[in-house]
């Protein structure tokens, strides 16, 4: 069964950086584009960035306005997601997902997620 | 941008029950639109893609159909498994969710 494990997640000031990590096990990560999706607490899903298998396109939502940037390590078979200047609203379970295929909009597999409060 | 609505918002029903979730989007999107079920704690999971292919390991009693614009999720017989949300997607656009409660 495959498996992604997100860790990185806690709680940081507003305007303070934080690093996500997703490792990934028993699939193919260097294949798969991969994404992260948000979720604020009681709320619905927001989905954040995607990677392609081979890390050459990115694409982000518009509301990240920059201050996130995605990432990976196929020799380490993990993906990451930077995210500098961190605001409330941002306090949010971060789950990265893997895509269906090298790089698309349909994600099949989800991690279980890593909590970010940001709070002063 | 695309906005996709789910109707409705809540839907309460006995086990055995057959439930009609509904994903209208202001565009048309052809046939890529997928269905996501979440329960309470858990990570979401992909229960159909282009709109009629069940993912893998999905049970027979979730079926999908429309194209265009309109999309149904379709759970013929609710098991107490079923009771969750389920949000529709197109590429980076999730819908808002419609909660399957027990009545």
């Known amino acids: 069964q495959m498996q992604l494990v997100e860790s990185g997640g806690g709680v940081v000031q507003p305007g303070r950086s934080l690093r996500l990590s997703c490792a990934a096990s028993?699939?193919?990560?260097?294949?798969?584009?991969m994404h992260w999706v948000r979720q604020a607490p009681g709320k619905g899903l927001e989905w954040l960035a995607v990677?392609?298998?081979?890390?050459?396109?990115?694409f982000y939502a518009e509301s990240l306005k920059g201050r996130f940037t995605i990432s990976r390590d196929n020799s380490k078979n993990t993906l990451y997601l930077q995210m500098n200047s961190l605001r409330a609203e941002d306090t949010a379970i971060y789950y990265c997902?893997?895509?269906?295929?090298?790089?698309?909009?349909?994600?099949?597999?989800w991690g279980h997620g890593a909590l970010v409060t940001v709070t002063s | 941008e695309i906005v996709l609505t789910q109707s409705p918002a809540t839907l309460s029903l006995s086990p055995g029950e057959r439930a009609t979730l509904f994903c209208r989007a202001s565009?048309?999107?052809?046939?890529?639109v997928a269905w996501y079920q979440q329960k309470p704690g858990q990570a979401p999971r992909l229960l159909i893609y282009?709109?009629?292919n069940r993912a893998t390991g999905i049970p027979d009693r979730f079926s999908g159909s429309g194209s265009g614009t309109d999309f149904t999720l379709t759970i013929s017989r609710l098991e107490p498994e079923d009771f969750a949300l389920y949000y529709c997607?197109?590429?980076?656009?999730f819908g808002p969710g419609t909660k399957v409660d027990i009545k």
């Open positions: 997902a893997k895509d269906r295929f090298s790089f698309g909009y349909l994600m099949d597999f």
């Open positions: 028993r699939f193919s990560f260097s294949r798969y584009g």
């Open positions: 990677i392609s298998d081979d890390e050459t396109n990115t």
């Open positions: 565009q048309r999107v052809n046939i890529y």
């Open positions: 282009d709109a009629s």
């Open positions: 997607h197109h590429r980076t656009v």
